[in-house]
């Protein structure tokens, strides 16, 4: 159903003509993200500015019962930012400005635009950088929505570690700054933990203060083949328990090494199950030392090749390999679709939940490309198929749903960085049980109307 003229008049007088839409082009490009689920038009596209104006355009949707959906960079891949009661799609991507560095504080402050790779180019300047990196081109806002970790989240956290304040629109416009700029606080209740996830259905968040870390003098890098999976994946969860502190870990199963070897000149890794590895510090020879010991923990579980003293540009190259991946699988596929898959467990039962996984797929005759951010315990297996074509992708169904229950059977979780969206609403009464309950009393408590990304979460 169309928006009522008056409320499409009302909007225009918020923002510049050429900063809202009703074209048809817009609004597929605002349909749907980068996941299988099916589109679903918005009536109306609004590319605010600043928080002030996102607050009139919310107030005014508010008062007409008009759903509203945040968009980022449209990079998601469960379906959280399609607008699947149409409405409004506020994109935030050209609240772009970064509106201040604060060096000797490690913090900046950001609009929710930001992409998170051009903030870290502006910090390499002043020796700082912001670790999360969920490998696409991501908005910071869409990061913090979605409390995004990525590849070193095992050294630094995820977004949600690093966030110092917010600046939040409400369901009814009203415009609330939580957090403080201290380093730590004991005062009240963490508003900024509870936005960092909640998808757009709480706030809509349009700033962002972030702590940073600087960005350390020497990185080590090496790569470690194994022999199957489980001696790659219990490697990983020795090194955890070792006290060793890796600044990444990263697993990837045979079927990505090849994808790696096929589509890329620089590697040609043994075809088996290879594990990277990266430690941060101060001086090499520290460096050193930790991965002479890694070294010793790798061939103790029957390592096969151990590649170490990775120079800059290699590791460079290596990181854009793994970053790439996904399009490799794509590419290996054409005209069809991934199902993504994102679990994460403990550390101790990283193992029990790849083997689990690789035979499940082989057990259905299904390629699964297994690889993830195995210190910790998150593991992805995309799948492809075609959603048109019901009797297959059922299959695929089957298999995740079979891997996440899985997964929550060890204590672990249903999405690990993807976020709930759509498509994993249907597990959060198996992760979460009566809590489910109180989670749904906050979202009424926020947004009573159910304005704020309608059909998410639950």
């Known amino acids: 159903m169309a928006l009522p003229d008056s409320i499409l008049r009302r909007l225009e ?49 508010h008062d007409a019962n008009i759903p ?84 070193r989240a095992i050294k630094y956290g995820a977004t949600k570690d690093l966030i110092q304040k917010l600046t939040v629109v409400l369901a009814d416009g009203e415009i609330i700054r939580p957090g403080t700029l201290a380093f730590k606080t004991s005062s009240g209740l963490d508003l900024c933990r509870l936005f960092a996830g909640s998808e757009g259905i709480l706030g809509i968040i349009t700033e962002i203060t972030l702590r940073l870390v600087g960005i350390p003098p020497e990185f080590l890098s090496a790569t470690v083949s194994f022999p199957d999976a489980e001696s790659a994946t219990q490697t990983i969860s020795q090194i955890i328990r070792s006290g060793l502190s890796p600044a990444a870990l990263e697993f990837l199963g045979i079927n990505c090494v090849r994808l790696v070897n096929k589509y890329t000149e620089e590697f040609d890794f043994p075809e088996s199950p290879l594990v990277f590895i990266e430690f941060h510090g101060t001086n090499k020879e520290g460096l050193a030392i930790d991965l002479d010991l890694v070294r010793g923990l790798c061939e103790d579980n029957g390592a096969t090749h151990f590649q170490a003293g990775i120079g800059r540009q290699a590791r460079a190259k290596l990181w ?95 999405t690990g960085e993807h976020g709930v969206g759509i498509g994993k609403m249907q597990f959060m009464e198996m992760e979460h049980g009566t809590s489910l309950k109180i989670m749904r009393q906050i979202k009424h408590l926020f947004d009573p109307k159910g304005i704020l990304n309608p059909g998410k979460m639950f």
């Not at 605002?30 to 919310?58: C, G, M, N, Q, Y």
């Not at 502006?122 to 869409?142: E, H, M, N, Q, V």
């Not at 499940?360 to 315990?377: M, N, P, Q, R, T």
Request: overall charge negative; hydrophobic content about 40%.
């Open 13 to 61: 007088e918020v923002v510049d003509p050429d900063r809202i839409s009703t074209g048809e082009s817009n609004l597929s490009l605002h349909a749907k993200d980068e996941s299988f689920h099916e589109p679903h038009l918005p009536d109306v596209v609004i590319w605010p500015k600043d928080t002030e104006e996102v607050s009139r355009i919310v107030r005014i949707c």
């Open 68 to 151: 509203v959906t945040p968009w980022g960079a449209g990079t998601s891949l469960e379906g959280n930012p399609i607008p699947v009661r149409g409405g409004v799609v506020i994109d935030l991507q050209q609240m772009n400005e970064i509106l201040g560095i604060r060096e000797d504080d490690l913090q900046v402050d950001v609009q929710a635009g930001v992409v998170f790779k051009d903030l870290n180019k502006k910090l390499a300047r002043y020796g700082l950088f912001f670790p999360p990196d969920p490998g696409a081109s991501a908005t910071i806002g869409g990061m913090v929505a979605n409390n995004a970790s990525g590849i």
């Open 320 to 414: 854009q390999a793994r970053y790439d991946l996904h399009d490799f699988i794509l590419r290996e596929h054409p005209g069809l679709e991934p199902m993504a898959i994102d679990t994460a467990v403990p550390i101790s039962k990283l193992p029990a939940l790849v083997t689990y996984a690789e035979r499940i797929a082989l057990e259905s005759d299904i390629i699964g490309y297994v690889f993830g951010h195995a210190g910790s315990g998150n593991i992805h297996m995309p799948m492809m198929g075609n959603p048109r074509d019901k009797t297959s992708w059922d299959v695929l169904e089957d298999i995740n749903h079979r891997l996440v229950e899985y997964a929550i059977s060890l204590g672990g979780t249903a």
